[in-house]
């Protein structure tokens, strides 16, 4: 993880947002959309079968 990405997760933590998901949209001509979703929960990773 890069400086600024770090930095990034950790002004997320420090606002209060712990866990989430951000789907991005390629809607053509060059723009794109974006949703997310985010928690102040702490919700641990799926472990793999």
């Given at each position: 993880?890069?400086?600024?990405e ?23 001509l060059?723009r ?7 928690s ?10």
């Amino acid at each position: 993880m890069s400086k600024a990405e770090r930095r990034l997760m950790d002004e997320a933590g420090e606002a209060g947002l712990r866990s989430g998901a951000t789907v991005s949209i390629h809607v053509g001509l060059g723009r794109m959309a974006g949703f997310s979703f985010a928690s102040s929960l702490s919700v641990p990773l799926p472990r793999a079968c």
